[in-house]
């Protein structure tokens, strides 16, 4: 990749090719233009032949004048014979107008006016200015975007040749196959040549950085407004792997360039050879990986063929980019999932028109139409057709249609040619109705015979009806077939020969099919507030705090209702709760929350399906003002944290998966009367040779439980030794010189490489390592090195060196049920874990520290006969018995059970032999800085400084290198938190720092 000096630029604005803007919005000015050098010839379409012109022909000569804010030109536009045509003029102020040399005076209607050649084509000529003001667009400063139309344009579809001047040090974009740049006397000239019919485009201008890398014969360029290279890299690399990967579906790539422009205003949105992405979401890791692939395939289906009176487009485009995006990273069916739920929260589970009437998106609804349900018809389409078949039809279309107009009703007949049959009423049912199928289900009967059981059932759907291939799971005790229903009319009655009892029947509980949701497949989503205006309630004296949330909701169209008492009716409809907790609600709403910031939480509202209650505490006006600014961001959560102006804490919510139907209900629980007090579950696990306690790592009462379970131990007269997972077994000796007294706390820290290697506060652990201690218990460290962890969690045990193979305990990789088990959890955080981007690779470590442990514990109590061992680790490594206890139970030790130290944890059969619910406690005082820091050759650089931290309040600012503290050379970010650790509350700690060129020394008191 390379990169030019300083150069002019290219502007912003919102566009479309036909009405083409991708499922994200926001923007400021990125060019990325991409000269296709290695695509086969195309036939123009609509190209001028002796006989006449298909479309119209557009020449444009503009001059830019920065100082007046203006722009004026001409316009030559050669019109094709015999057809009307409609002149776009918007805000522009026209000059003379003439139709073949003779002057005219147009009938201007809504910004526009028609022209019609008889006989022959004739040359309309147009004299225009306007200053900016007037058009629609942004202009900052040297920066500009101007929206169509910045010259007088035809209507639909056209060829176009611009001639640009501008001042010499800007530079300018807009659409074009082929740019012509020179400079002359203070100004720079620009050509853009469009060779294809196409619909007109924004012009940007400004200053801009650039970088470009050559591709074959072509050339990516990208232009920003600041250097950032390693923006560039991410951008550069994943346009040219999209724009192949596309290719190789569709055919070769309809034009000769392809620009991706950073505008100031929130966009994103395609034209031919351009893509416009706003600025302010530019860097957010979702953009390149879905958004751009978004607009760069709109080139084929949008601004290459376009769509004809209705935009099938989006939801086309949307199915090949983002959803396929969402599989291949194994997020398949939470996406279709959330495409549905959208539909049901903002339009309430109806359509506002036919999908064959969506233009664009103009809220949250159409988008959900148009985008949403648009996928899904192109989805459910390739299942009936099939793969093949659905692909051949996608290339005739980008390779044979491109350049011309194509309606739903062409794509129609495209696709049943291809697939063999007719699908004129697939398109019927799904594009050219409103609505989607209701499907229910109930069962006949279920009976025993001698070879297995006989189920009958009755799949049904409320009119109007759909021909749908529904799937159909039955499950029962550890297995599940999957059967498909063929359903056309109200109901369909079928039977099922099964060899093993059934306990449920889950209709499409992987959403293959676009359907009205049952209420329980809905969880209470804060979208709901939009969608179905109710009542809030509030106390009188509070209206002050709450007062920005309280308009917003007015101008939804909610009732307030200011209370002197808690007594809250509860109504069939959203009922939004101001921090006013009705005792007749306190039980379903939280008990405690924190004291500073804003807490929200949504509830369904039992009265009515479809409604939600809306719980909200907050502690200043300023959070309120944060939750309003934020909300529609966070429409699929039910619960929201706010601090310091920011989302702290979000959780999405689930619900069930696909229509549930129980053949055989079984309800677990336990008396109450029976729950065990701590002593009792003391007894019960005390003479187990191995007692392993899973902790969640950052919670104090785990620990403090932790330590009174081993003193209670010791107490009793035990031999106890102490295996835990939070130090590796290289730096054994450490933890022997510690409990022996030969080290103290800091040289232990120091010699194990604490925070280096393990992340979680020390001042949690501390109270168990000083009782061990004091006691004298032998303290083994279990977990596996770093060094080998983080190398098979980038390349697989496959990659270790002999040597390094060597180090490895025996390791069984083929529990298939704990492969499961922790494929969930890999799924549910996956962006979260960065470490490991193959899943076999995080299933590789998992199993290398649950073997590396048990290992451990296993060769020190085969030494030492006499002992017992309690091993504290994370819950993960003890839950169901997957981890630590079934590799000690393989190499022979039996005597083993497990406790859970839980805090949300759900009750299942065989997560553990016993879960406590420890009650909160505050953790200790540790002392914190409030910066996030990088280390760099020049020390430790402060990448940001928390608002109100003691850092901030010392005077610490972003850019700044902390070199050293107390007079101690920091060389990591583990020698600043090794001091901090022994600072108390009330204690300073003096920094050396270099800001710019100054060395400063500043006194940090916590």
Request: charged share 25%.
């Given at each position: 990749?390379?990169?030019?000096?300083?150069?002019?630029?290219?502007?912003?604005?919102?566009?479309?090719?036909?009405?083409?803007?991708?499922?994200?919005?926001?923007?400021?000015?990125?060019?990325?233009?991409?000269?296709?050098?290695?695509?086969?010839?195309?036939?123009?379409?609509?190209?001028?032949?002796?006989?006449?012109?298909?479309?119209?022909?557009?020449?444009?000569?503009?001059?830019?004048?920065?100082?007046?804010?203006?722009?004026?030109?001409?316009?030559?536009?050669?019109?094709?014979?015999?057809?009307?045509?409609?002149?776009?003029?918007?805000?522009?102020?026209?000059?003379?107008?003439?139709?073949?040399?003779?002057?005219?005076?147009?009938?201007?209607?809504?910004?526009?006016?028609?022209?019609?050649?008889?006989?022959?084509?004739?040359?309309?000529?147009?004299?225009?200015?306007?200053?900016?003001?007037?058009?629609?667009?942004?202009?900052?400063?040297?920066?500009?975007?101007?929206?169509?139309?910045?010259?007088?344009?035809?209507?639909?579809?056209?060829?176009?040749?611009?001639?640009?001047?501008?001042?010499?040090?800007?530079?300018?974009?807009?659409?074009?196959?082929?740019?012509?740049?020179?400079?002359?006397?203070?100004?720079?000239?620009?050509?853009?040549?469009?060779?294809?019919?196409?619909?007109?485009?924004?012009?940007?201008?400004?200053?801009?950085?650039?970088?470009?890398?050559?591709?074959?014969?072509?050339?990516?360029?990208?232009?920003?407004?600041?250097?950032?290279?390693?923006?560039?890299?991410?951008?550069?690399?994943?346009?040219?792997?999209?724009?192949?990967?596309?290719?190789?579906?569709?055919?070769?790539?309809?034009?000769?360039?392809?620009?991706?422009?950073?505008?100031?205003?929130?966009?994103?949105?395609?034209?031919?050879?351009?893509?416009?992405?706003?600025?302010?979401?530019?860097?957010?890791?979702?953009?390149?990986?879905?958004?751009?692939?978004?607009?760069?395939?709109?080139?084929?289906?949008?601004?290459?063929?376009?769509?004809?009176?209705?935009?099938?487009?989006?939801?086309?485009?949307?199915?090949?980019?983002?959803?396929?995006?969402?599989?291949?990273?194994?997020?398949?069916?939470?996406?279709?999932?959330?495409?549905?739920?959208?539909?049901?929260?903002?339009?309430?589970?109806?359509?506002?028109?036919?999908?064959?009437?969506?233009?664009?998106?103009?809220?949250?609804?159409?988008?959900?139409?148009?985008?949403?349900?648009?996928?899904?018809?192109?989805?459910?389409?390739?299942?009936?057709?099939?793969?093949?078949?659905?692909?051949?039809?996608?290339?005739?279309?980008?390779?044979?249609?491109?350049?011309?107009?194509?309606?739903?009703?062409?794509?129609?007949?495209?696709?049943?040619?291809?697939?063999?049959?007719?699908?004129?009423?697939?398109?019927?049912?799904?594009?050219?109705?409103?609505?989607?199928?209701?499907?229910?289900?109930?069962?006949?009967?279920?009976?025993?015979?001698?070879?297995?059981?006989?189920?009958?059932?009755?799949?049904?759907?409320?009119?109007?009806?759909?021909?749908?291939?529904?799937?159909?799971?039955?499950?029962?005790?550890?297995?599940?077939?999957?059967?498909?229903?063929?359903?056309?009319?109200?109901?369909?009655?079928?039977?099922?020969?099964?060899?093993?009892?059934?306990?449920?029947?889950?209709?499409?509980?992987?959403?293959?099919?676009w359907r009205k949701l049952a209420d329980y497949?809905?969880?209470?989503?804060?979208?709901?507030?939009?969608?179905?205006?109710?009542?809030?309630?509030?106390?009188?004296?509070?209206?002050?705090?709450?007062?920005?949330?309280?308009?917003?909701?007015?101008?939804?169209?909610?009732?307030?209702?200011?209370?002197?008492?808690?007594?809250?009716?509860?109504?069939?409809?959203?009922?939004?709760?101001?921090?006013?907790?009705?005792?007749?609600?306190?039980?379903?709403?939280?008990?405690?929350?924190?004291?500073?910031?804003?807490?929200?939480?949504?509830?369904?509202?039992?009265?009515?399906?479809?409604?939600?209650?809306?719980?909200?505490?907050?502690?200043?006006?300023?959070?309120?003002?944060?939750?309003?600014?934020?909300?529609?961001?966070?429409?699929?959560?039910?619960?929201?944290?706010?601090?310091?102006?920011?989302?702290?804490?979000?959780?999405?919510?689930?619900?069930?998966?696909?229509?549930?139907?129980?053949?055989?209900?079984?309800?677990?629980?336990?008396?109450?009367?029976?729950?065990?007090?701590?002593e009792d579950i003391l007894r019960r696990v005390?003479?187990?040779?191995?007692?392993?306690?899973?902790?969640?790592?950052?919670?104090?009462?785990?620990?403090?439980?932790?330590l009174r379970l081993l003193r209670a131990l010791?107490?009793?007269?035990?031999?106890?030794?102490?295996?835990?997972?939070?130090?590796?077994?290289?730096?054994?000796?450490?933890?022997?010189?510690?409990?022996?007294?030969?080290?103290?706390?800091?040289?232990?820290?120091?010699?194990?490489?604490?925070?280096?290697?393990?992340?979680?506060?020390?001042?949690?652990?501390?109270?168990?390592?000083?009782?061990?201690?004091?006691?004298?218990?032998?303290?083994?460290?279990?977990?596996?090195?770093?060094?080998?962890?983080?190398?098979?969690?980038?390349?697989?045990?496959?990659?270790?060196?002999?040597?390094?193979?060597?180090?490895?305990?025996?390791?069984?990789?083929?529990?298939?049920?704990?492969?499961?088990?922790?494929?969930?959890?890999?799924?549910?955080?996956?962006?979260?874990?960065?470490?490991?981007?193959?899943?076999?690779?995080?299933?590789?470590?998992?199993?290398?520290?649950?073997?590396?442990?048990?290992?451990?514990?296993?060769?020190?109590?085969?030494?030492?006969?006499?002992?017992?061992?309690?091993?504290?680790?994370?819950?993960?490594?003890?839950?169901?018995?997957?981890?630590?206890?079934?590799?000690?139970?393989?190499?022979?030790?039996?005597?083993?059970?497990?406790?859970?130290?839980?805090?949300?944890?759900?009750?299942?059969?065989?997560?553990?032999?016993?879960?406590?619910?420890?009650?909160?406690?505050?953790?200790?005082?540790?002392?914190?800085?409030?910066?996030?820091?990088?280390?760099?050759?020049?020390?430790?650089?402060?990448?940001?400084?928390?608002?109100?931290?003691?850092?901030?309040?010392?005077?610490?600012?972003?850019?700044?290198?902390?070199?050293?503290?107390?007079?101690?050379?920091?060389?990591?970010?583990?020698?600043?938190?090794?001091?901090?650790?022994?600072?108390?509350?009330?204690?300073?700690?003096?920094?050396?720092?270099?800001?710019?060129?100054?060395?400063?020394?500043?006194?940090?008191?916590?």
């Open positions: 990749m390379r990169r030019e000096k300083r150069c002019p630029p290219s502007g912003s604005v919102k566009v479309r090719c036909w009405q083409a803007t991708s499922t994200f919005i926001s923007g400021a000015l990125l060019g990325l233009i991409f000269l296709w050098g290695l695509v086969a010839p195309l036939k123009r379409a609509g190209a001028s032949t002796e006989t006449g012109l298909e479309y119209p022909h557009v020449a444009v000569n503009l001059s830019l004048d920065l100082r007046e804010k203006a722009l004026s030109g001409r316009v030559r536009i050669l019109l094709p014979q015999g057809k009307v045509v409609w002149v776009h003029t918007g805000g522009l102020v026209l000059g003379r107008v003439l139709l073949g040399g003779r002057a005219i005076r147009p009938e201007i209607e809504r910004d526009r006016f028609r022209v019609l050649t008889v006989g022959r084509a004739e040359t309309l000529e147009i004299y225009f200015r306007a200053p900016f003001s007037l058009l629609k667009g942004t202009f900052q400063g040297k920066n500009g975007v101007l929206l169509p139309p910045w010259f007088p344009y035809p209507e639909g579809l056209a060829f176009y040749d611009i001639r640009l001047s501008l001042p010499r040090a800007l530079r300018a974009v807009t659409a074009a196959e082929k740019i012509e740049s020179r400079v002359r006397k203070g100004r720079r000239f620009y050509r853009f040549v469009l060779e294809h019919p196409v619909t007109v485009a924004p012009l940007l201008f400004g200053r801009y950085e650039y970088y470009y890398r050559k591709w074959g014969r072509g050339v990516v360029s990208l232009y920003l407004l600041s250097p950032d290279p390693d923006l560039a890299h991410t951008y550069l690399d994943r346009a040219l792997e999209v724009l192949s990967r596309y290719q190789e579906l569709l055919g070769p790539y309809p034009y000769g360039r392809l620009s991706i422009a950073e505008v100031p205003e929130e966009v994103g949105e395609a034209y031919p050879t351009m893509i416009l992405l706003g600025s302010r979401v530019l860097r957010l890791p979702f953009i390149p990986r879905i958004s751009l692939p978004h607009e760069i395939l709109h080139q084929w289906f949008g601004c290459g063929v376009f769509p004809a009176r209705a935009n099938w487009s989006e939801g086309l485009v949307t199915y090949l980019a983002d959803w396929r995006e969402e599989e291949r990273e194994g997020r398949g069916l939470e996406y279709r999932k959330d495409l549905q739920l959208s539909h049901e929260s903002w339009c309430r589970g109806r359509d506002p028109f036919p999908l064959a009437e969506f233009q664009e998106r103009r809220d949250r609804c159409t988008q959900a139409l148009g985008y949403g349900k648009g996928a899904y018809v192109f989805y459910m389409l390739e299942q009936k057709m099939g793969k093949k078949a659905f692909h051949g039809a996608l290339q005739e279309l980008a390779q044979t249609r491109v350049f011309q107009e194509v309606s739903w009703r062409d794509l129609a007949a495209l696709f049943s040619r291809w697939a063999g049959k007719d699908l004129s009423g697939f398109f019927e049912e799904w594009v050219f109705r409103k609505g989607k199928p209701r499907l229910g289900i109930t069962r006949n009967f279920l009976l025993e015979k001698k070879n297995g059981y006989h189920l009958g059932l009755t799949l049904y759907q409320e009119p109007p009806f759909y021909h749908l291939r529904v799937p159909l799971v039955v499950r029962g005790k550890d297995w599940q077939r999957t059967f498909y229903v063929e359903l056309s009319g109200p109901q369909k009655v079928f039977d099922l020969t099964l060899e093993h009892r059934p306990e449920e029947v889950l209709v499409d509980p992987e959403y293959r099919l497949e809905i969880p209470p989503l804060l979208g709901f507030l939009w969608s179905y205006p109710g009542r809030v309630y509030l106390y009188r004296e509070d209206w002050p705090l709450y007062q920005p949330f309280v308009h917003f909701l007015r101008r939804l169209g909610y009732v307030v209702s200011p209370r002197k008492d808690t007594r809250v009716p509860l109504d069939a409809e959203n009922i939004v709760l101001l921090g006013l907790k009705p005792a007749g609600l306190a039980f379903v709403l939280p008990k405690k929350t924190p004291t500073q910031g804003l807490y929200l939480r949504a509830l369904k509202n039992p009265a009515r399906p479809g409604r939600i209650l809306v719980w909200v505490k907050a502690s200043n006006r300023e959070e309120v003002r944060t939750l309003v600014s934020k909300l529609k961001h966070y429409w699929r959560s039910d619960s929201l944290f706010l601090r310091d102006r920011r989302v702290v804490e979000h959780h999405l919510s689930r619900a069930q998966q696909g229509l549930h139907l129980y053949l055989r209900s079984e309800v677990s629980g336990l008396p109450v009367k029976d729950l065990l007090p701590f005390a003479l187990y040779r191995v007692i392993l306690v899973g902790e969640e790592h950052d919670r104090y009462e785990h620990h403090l439980t932790q010791v107490k009793s007269g035990h031999r106890v030794a102490l295996g835990l997972e939070m130090f590796e077994w290289p730096f054994q000796q450490a933890l022997d010189d510690f409990v022996a007294g030969r080290i103290d706390e800091k040289a232990l820290l120091e010699r194990t490489e604490y925070f280096k290697r393990w992340r979680f506060d020390w001042k949690l652990y501390r109270p168990i390592l000083l009782y061990a201690r004091k006691k004298g218990l032998p303290v083994v460290a279990l977990n596996a090195p770093s060094e080998l962890v983080k190398k098979v969690s980038r390349e697989g045990l496959s990659h270790l060196s002999p040597e390094e193979k060597a180090e490895l305990p025996q390791m069984d990789l083929h529990q298939e049920a704990y492969r499961a088990f922790l494929w969930k959890i890999y799924k549910k955080h996956r962006e979260r874990m960065r470490d490991f981007p193959d899943f076999e690779n995080f299933y590789q470590v998992q199993i290398l520290w649950d073997e590396t442990m048990a290992e451990r514990a296993w060769k020190w109590l085969k030494a030492h006969p006499d002992y017992q061992m309690v091993i504290l680790c994370g819950k993960g490594h003890v839950a169901f018995g997957y981890g630590i206890p079934s590799r000690l139970r393989r190499r022979g030790i039996s005597s083993v059970t497990s406790i859970v130290l839980a805090s949300q944890d759900q009750l299942r059969p065989g997560y553990a032999d016993f879960i406590l619910y420890p009650e909160s406690v505050p953790a200790p005082f540790t002392a914190r800085l409030g910066v996030w820091l990088k280390e760099t050759p020049k020390g430790l650089k402060v990448v940001q400084v928390k608002k109100g931290s003691a850092a901030d309040k010392a005077g610490i600012r972003s850019g700044d290198y902390l070199l050293a503290a107390d007079g101690k050379r920091l060389s990591s970010v583990a020698d600043l938190r090794l001091l901090l650790t022994f600072k108390r509350k009330g204690d300073s700690l003096l920094l050396t720092l270099k800001r710019g060129s100054r060395r400063l020394k500043l006194k940090v008191t916590f």
